[in-house]
């Protein structure tokens, strides 16, 4: 029953309104097992949901635009990781949309970079072994975040020039430039901060080299970044559907093909008119 409700009124919906998109990739299961969900940001519905997340998947969310009344060049804006994959993607098949990279990927990566650099200290030098031990959730955290422990902690260790400490310092800099308000002074502030990682990564040499990676993402993809200043398009939708949806998962013990959970995420979060006959 489920099945037939799904597909007929999934037939019957129109994309022909849909000019802002955001993708990113869903976990289907244990090991290399995605799917790339398209999601309209406007009316924050899911638009469709396919196998894989290399550049072949845009090519399929093309056609099925064209399906329901849409089309390819209809696409204005669309919000994404910093996938090589992705991007290619969106310049062959959605020739007219602009590409904003989303936030929160750019925060995540540079907080990865940051306990990256933890790990990596934590092996070099053992006399900080012990100060770093058990600290990874201190890192990952904001600092207005902080138990009073954890500052205790950090006070001290910023006695003994740990460079796990001015990574941290690196992600917040570059973290809170999304609170400026201005795209130019934002672009100045970015280049600064990476100007500022590639002269420490000079100094401390390879213990910095994750952020060093994460300060030339930045810089070679700081106009996609940078047109969130201008649409403000983020895949915090996305970010939610896959909280939610993961609860649906867990409810149904997992599902084991692509066609019921594809099913399910056009119920859950399609907004389809259901029942449908």
Same mark, same amino acid.
């Given at each position: 029953?489920?099945?037939?409700?799904?597909?007929?009124?999934?037939?019957?919906?129109?994309? +022909?309104? /849909?000019?802002?998109?955001?993708? +990113?990739?869903?976990?289907?299961?244990?090991?290399?097992?995605?799917?790339?969900?398209?999601?309209?940001?406007?009316?924050?519905?899911?638009?469709?949901?396919?196998?894989?997340?290399?550049?072949?998947?845009?090519?399929?969310?093309? %056609?099925?635009?064209?399906?329901?009344?849409?089309?390819?060049?209809?696409?204005?804006?669309?919000?994404? &990781?910093? !996938?090589?994959?992705?991007?290619?993607?969106? !310049? &062959?098949?959605?020739?007219?949309?602009?590409?904003?990279? &989303?936030?929160?990927?750019?925060?995540?990566? /540079? /907080?990865?970079?940051?306990?990256?650099?933890?790990?990596?200290?934590?092996?070099?030098?053992?006399?900080?072994? &012990?100060?770093?031990?058990? =600290?990874?959730?201190?890192?990952?955290?904001?600092?207005?975040?902080?138990?009073?422990?954890? =500052?205790?902690?950090?006070?001290?260790?910023?006695?003994?020039?740990?460079?796990?400490?001015?990574?941290?310092?690196?992600?917040?800099?570059?973290?809170?430039?999304?609170?400026?308000? +201005? %795209?130019?002074? %934002?672009?100045?502030?970015?280049?600064?901060?990476?100007?500022?990682?590639?002269?420490?990564?000079?100094?401390?040499?390879?213990?910095?080299?994750?952020?060093?990676?994460?300060?030339?993402?930045?810089?070679?993809?700081?106009?996609?970044?940078?047109?969130?200043?201008?649409?403000?398009?983020?895949?915090?939708?996305?970010?939610?559907?896959? !909280? !939610?949806?993961?609860?649906?998962?867990?409810?149904?013990?997992?599902?084991?093909? /692509?066609?019921?959970?594809?099913?399910?995420?056009?119920?859950?979060?399609?907004?389809?008119?259901?029942?449908?006959?």
């Amino acid at each position: 029953m489920l099945f037939a409700h799904v597909k007929a009124a999934y037939a019957r919906l129109s994309f +022909d309104t /849909v000019v802002w998109v955001g993708a +990113d990739e869903m976990n289907r299961r244990k090991g290399h097992n995605y799917l790339t969900v398209f999601a309209d940001r406007v009316a924050k519905r899911v638009l469709f949901a396919t196998p894989g997340k290399d550049a072949s998947v845009w090519a399929a969310f093309a %056609a099925e635009l064209l399906r329901h009344n849409g089309h390819p060049k209809a696409i204005q804006h669309v919000a994404i &990781d910093m !996938s090589a994959a992705y991007t290619k993607g969106v !310049s &062959d098949n959605l020739g007219n949309a602009r590409v904003v990279y &989303d936030k929160f990927h750019v925060i995540q990566n /540079v /907080v990865e970079a940051c306990d990256q650099v933890r790990k990596a200290e934590s092996r070099a030098d053992t006399g900080k072994r &012990d100060r770093l031990e058990r =600290t990874r959730w201190m890192w990952l955290k904001n600092r207005v975040n902080w138990t009073e422990k954890e =500052t205790q902690k950090w006070e001290s260790m910023a006695l003994e020039r740990c460079v796990t400490g001015m990574a941290y310092e690196m992600r917040l800099v570059l973290q809170g430039i999304y609170e400026r308000k +201005d %795209a130019e002074e %934002a672009r100045k502030l970015f280049r600064n901060g990476c100007a500022w990682v590639h002269a420490m990564r000079g100094q401390t040499g390879e213990l910095l080299e994750t952020m060093a990676r994460a300060a030339r993402m930045v810089e070679g993809h700081l106009e996609g970044i940078l047109a969130h200043w201008t649409r403000g398009l983020t895949t915090a939708f996305m970010e939610g559907l896959n !909280s !939610s949806f993961s609860a649906v998962k867990r409810k149904a013990r997992g599902y084991r093909t /692509v066609e019921y959970m594809t099913a399910m995420l056009y119920f859950v979060a399609g907004k389809l008119t259901l029942p449908c006959y």
